[in-house]
């Protein structure tokens, strides 16, 4: 390969090429290395190396190099060790260090006449596939030490006299690998010289390799190289020739074998993970205890399988909140096993434990739940639905035996979500939201006079319910294309402060147009603000619809009987509950109340559910807006406030205690 491989991560090529592409070594991997042919005709080269990954993410080498020349009357001995480190950021950059040590020993005549010693470093950067292209740096002899003058640049070795001496200046190398197909590799690197190679395999077991190194002012000229390797199993067997143009061709071979100890006998079969949203990030964090784990009576593996055979042979059950994952123990003995996700930048660094303690028995394919995924603040906070790339890794428990495959999951944006159950709408909804706050305190300021008039009137939470009510003319209701209960569509939900904001923004322009919302929306925003002044909410699922409703304050419905209040409220847990069609907050509290019980007398409710319920389940809106200042209507709030409290309906409220 002409010498480039600072962009090939190779086994144990790698520790003096880049140390930064050890790390993607996946197995235990021994290496000889020499050239029987002597070097240039005159030296022996004898090499050995071993590379131990640690991790899915670090991996450690260490190598012994020589170079040794014997005569008659001259000896001289150049040995050398690297002892390094490799670790993987995430799945594109790799980094790695070199630690080495030189010892150089000249005898004549069988007596030692010279020696000296010295420590040096290199650092390592690889960039993994980006469009099939790889690259790779590497600062070699980066600093020396141990020779009594601290740390210098580049690598010293001190003499047996005392005298030190730099032997090599530190060296940028880049290096560029592309694999245009799984046939061909071709990679260059650019140092002092030019080294291009290229590499041609026919099949998995052969491959055909040439290369050549030259300077680039042409002073020097150029060496090329050609090999090939044969790889049967683990044991891969290479043939190296550099022929300089000046000086004798030299031979290189070497001796590969790869020992996977951490290899576990499992085949994963298939992953499959329903899209994941953000919003319900509470919901999935909790360990899923009713799917269970399957063993499947066929222990035959499916063929390829099209799109269409998955539900058949892999199907997700409908208690599978996430997904599931199929496995099969190809060994003849019981493994227990754990599996872990991790998603980049959107699960914590360490990953998550999806399932654990997993008892696989002998030749058996057996389906397992993912029962968890805790995300990040930064998956919580997307702006935008994208594909990620996932990687399930499922390892022995007890050992360090692991196997992983990757897929790709859908990360929707926090906006998003698939309304297959009322109290997903809980997710959105917020008691502290600092946007919603700021709305609540200026109305309680602009109208603090007022509301001592009327808390006389009314009970104080169908007070606060009417004022922020009427105070929110101005959203304007817009019909929702989707139906997400009947189809299973996913629906946008907008956050209360973003309506809210928009809302300021229309009453400043005093603009009809720039705020809508629908009924998903204005739900969420009113169950928001009433629960932000300690009014407790629910979420009424119709057909076709979403309304909410309010608690009364505590009124039990045998105290409502008593006080012969007609039958313009619903009953839960055992009390009065107000219900209200929030897209009619154009027309006034009191017909937008009287509008819901109309709803509810036409149609069955096909699902109720507190948002205390909700928050339980799913978590409540974490996302918060900037401070906010409304401009307020006062005299139209006020008017519209009058007309309502001139309503019979409210009348026949007034007898109820204010707690």
Known sequence: MGGAFVAIAEGSTSIRRNPGGIAETEAYTFEFNQSPSK?????????????????????????????RLDDDELSVNHNSFHFSYSYKLNNLISVGAN??????????????????????????????????????????????????????????????????????????????????????LIATDFTDRFHFGAEFSPNPRFMIRAGLQTDFHGEILPTYTLGGGIRYKSTFLNLAYLIPKTLPTTAYVSLSINFDFRKLPIQIEQVRIRD????HYNFYARPNREAKVIILDNPNTPPNLTNDDLNRYFPILPQDTIGRIWLKNTSRKTISIR??????????KNGTEVATNIQLPPMTRVSVPIRQIVLTRQAVELTRTHPVETRIRVSENGGTASKTISTTIILHDNKMTLLDDISK????????????????????????????IWKRRLPENLLWAMLSFN?????????DPNIPLESGAIDEIQHPHEMLQRFAVAKETQSKSSTFGDCDDSTVLYCSILESVGINTALIQFPKHVMMAFNLGNVSLEQAQNLSIPNVYIAINGQVWIPIETTMIKDGFVPAWKTAIEQLQKEPIEELATVESGWEKYGASSIQGRTQVFSIPENQIQRQIEIDLTNEVLHQFSQVKKD
């Open 39 to 67: 070097l240039f005709g005159q030296l022996k080269h004898n090499h050995l190396s071993l590379v131990l990954p640690r991790t899915e993410r670090a991996a450690i080498g260490i190598d012994w190099g020589q170079i």
């Open 99 to 184: 630690l080495k040590y030189l010892s150089n020993m000249v005898s004549l005549d069988l007596q030692k006449v010279g020696s000296d010693i010295g420590w040096g470093s290199d650092l390592g950067i690889f960039l993994k596939s980006i469009n099939n292209i790889n690259l790779g740096l590497f600062v070699q002899d980066f600093i020396g030490f141990g020779t009594g003058q601290g740390i210098q640049r580049g690598t010293w070795i001190r003499h047996n006299s005392g005298i030190n001496e730099k032997v090599f200046s530190t060296a940028y190398k880049f290096g560029l690998a592309y694999r245009p197909s799984t046939q061909w």
């Open 276 to 279: 994941i949203f953000p919003t």
């Open 339 to 348: 599996i872990e996700i991790f998603v980049d930048d959107f699960v914590s």
């Open 425 to 452: 709408l809980s997710s959105f909804i917020s008691s502290n939201n600092l946007v919603v706050r700021d709305f609540i305190n200026q109305i309680r300021t602009k109208f603090q006079d007022k509301i001592k």
């Open 471 to 479: 105070s929110l003319q101005g959203i304007f209701y817009a019909t």
